[in-house]
């Protein structure tokens, strides 16, 4: 039924949920992903910067590795413009059968932009618009799977490391809305912060 989902991403929490979305999706379909991070371009000039290009490249290269772990077939695109014109644009050119999009960010600026969006989308596209609402609800409640996403967040991050190879120092804890997770490679002892919301993972602490 679908042959091409294309997911917009911009790396933020806002789209974290609309990744896992369409993965599933692509997953059930066998179709291939199309993830597409826009770098914004408005009535006031370019927001182009290097480091904004950088967090595209990142925000596409996190999809491909996690459709390539799944199995699914992914194609990765970086644009300048408006993004919603640009994420339209790029489901015309490569016939996309779905678009699946967060509806919102979480907090600040990020949560307007998001939604911002997705609204222009959902009211132009030609094809279905999945939209995905952000919870606020603990969706990371097991150990195991803070575990799992910390070691696959710090092997993305080194680019060297395999998962399995990374050792668990000791038992996991949750302050609040997050794991804490310390690890230790070959070379060095990290914690890894897991957000047991979104998900997202952050290298916390690299002691000496």
């Known amino acids: 039924m679908y042959q091409d989902v ?3 991403t911009d790396g933020s929490d806002g789209t974290r949920q609309s990744i896992d979305h369409g993965m599933a999706i692509a997953q059930q379909f066998g179709a291939t992903i199309h993830a ?4 914004p371009e408005g009535p006031l000039g370019t927001l182009q910067s290097d480091t ?3 967090a595209a490249d990142r925000a596409v290269e996190r999809v491909e590795r996690e459709a390539t772990r799944k ?7 970086v644009e300048q413009g408006v993004p919603h014109e640009e994420v339209l ?42 939209t995905v609402r952000l919870t ?12 799992r996403i910390a070691r696959e967040a710090l092997a993305e991050e080194d680019g060297s490391l395999d998962p399995a190879e990374i ?9 609040s809305a997050s794991w804490i997770v310390p690890l230790e ?24």
């Open 136 to 147: 606020e609800n603990v969706r990371i409640d097991d150990a195991d799977e803070a575990t």
């Open 167 to 175: 050792t668990v120092l000791e038992d996991p804890h949750r302050t």
């Open 36 to 39: 597409l991070s826009v770098v």
């Open 6 to 8: 294309l997911i917009p």
């Open 71 to 77: 199995g699914v077939e992914v194609v990765t695109a």
């Open 89 to 130: 644009e790029y489901a015309d050119e490569h016939d996309v059968d779905m678009i699946v999009m967060g509806t919102q960010g979480r907090t600040g600026l990020d949560r307007v932009l998001v939604g911002s969006v997705t609204e222009r989308v959902v009211r132009m596209a030609d094809a279905p618009v999945v």
């Open 52 to 54: 904004a290009i950088a």
């Open 185 to 208: 490679t070959a070379t060095d002892t990290v914690h890894v912060h897991v957000d047991a919301v979104s998900g997202e993972a952050r290298t916390a602490k690299r002691p000496e």
